[in-house]
């Protein structure tokens, strides 16, 4: 028995009948600890951590030898090339310092949000007359009062920060496809901005002068020589009640084959195959249109003749009035 169980002791205590024995106490610290083993990636049954590939560490060193090559790439780069890098950097920089939104600061006080109040129901009211006008008189209420100009167009940035898209943006973002050396007439232009955003050279027209490179006129009657532009742009700019003298005008001073944009709100359009139509017999073609989006409407037309504008006679075309809502 001694053989058998060499680390116990009998206990032959008359209270019980039976042979027990009682496991002998081993100190803890005497005990030998398992060498660990060592683990690779081909045991069965173990995960094992793989290591992260030396592109995806990312430190100070390999960021300064990242930026060292560009540059290096950039001196060894042909002049083409390295007048591309420039210019797109170029771009990044002006659309850093040009927002897409403008910034409009909120009234914290009762005496400014009367204010507020009180710009909102003139830019309201001013809107509501330039829908229901046509250019030459738009244009003259504008003349007769000069502030009103700027109080539409401090309502119009209000209503730009609330929109999720602003469409200008997508247009100058067309841009970049098109030659550089394209002239542009931007009819409606505000403050000019595609003018700014843009490397074409722009022609900024509205019935007012925001600044100095926006020349004042009537959109049915612009200064431009016919047959001079290669692109015309209406941006939210197709107001009043004689839509077709300003498509005819874009007619006159576009070349055959020039482009014509067009971006509109969605609530003014009550039948679009009607206003294609209309477009048309100002003598363009549709090239194609977005009207997946739930606020605007986006067309993009070529002329393919030249129409005179005593040709056209009947009813004018126009578009609903876009009314916006009080603030």
């Not at 910034?103 to 507020?116: C, E, Y």
């Not at 469409?167 to 232009?189: E, H």
């Not at 679009?272 to 363009?284: L, M, R, T």
Request: charged share 30%.
């Amino acid at each position: 028995m001694d053989k058998l169980f060499p680390e116990h002791d009998w206990d032959d205590s008359p209270e019980t009948s039976s042979f027990n024995f009682t496991k002998e106490k081993v100190n803890k610290k005497s005990r030998k600890t398992k060498p660990k083993r060592d683990f690779d990636s081909s045991t069965p049954g173990r995960f094992v951590r793989a290591p992260l590939p030396e592109e995806e560490f990312t430190t100070a060193k390999s960021l300064k030898r990242k930026s060292s090559e560009c540059v290096e790439n950039l001196n060894g780069a042909p002049k083409n090339q390295k007048r591309k890098i420039q210019s797109a950097s170029a771009l990044k920089r002006n659309a850093a310092s040009n927002p897409q939104v403008p910034n409009v600061t909120k009234p914290t006080n009762f005496r400014d949000k009367l204010v507020d109040s009180l710009k909102g129901s003139r830019f309201r009211f001013i809107n509501e007359q330039l829908y229901r006008t046509t250019g030459t008189e738009a244009k003259r209420l504008f003349q007769e009062d000069p502030s009103a100009f700027q109080a539409y167009h401090e309502g119009y940035r209000h209503q730009i920060v609330q929109w999720s898209v602003n469409p200008l943006d997508r247009i100058i973002k067309s841009f970049s496809k098109l030659p550089s050396d394209y002239v542009v007439a931007d009819f409606g232009c505000g403050e000019g901005r595609l003018a700014e955003a843009i490397e074409q050279k722009v022609y900024s027209l509205d019935l007012v002068a925001a600044n100095s490179s926006v020349i004042a006129c009537d959109m049915a009657n612009t200064p431009l020589e016919t047959n001079s532009i290669n692109v015309a742009v209406f941006c939210l700019s197709l107001m009043g009640t004689n839509l077709r003298d300003f498509l005819l005008e874009a007619n006159r001073v576009l070349k055959v084959g020039g482009l014509l944009k067009i971006a509109e709100v969605v609530s003014r359009f009550d039948n679009v195959k009607e206003f294609i139509d209309c477009v048309h017999k100002c003598g363009f073609l549709l090239d194609n249109k977005d009207l997946n989006h739930k606020l605007f409407y986006f067309f993009n037309f070529k002329k393919v003749r030249s129409v005179d504008k005593t040709s056209l006679k009947g009813k004018h075309y126009s578009l609903k009035p876009c009314l916006y809502k009080k603030r």
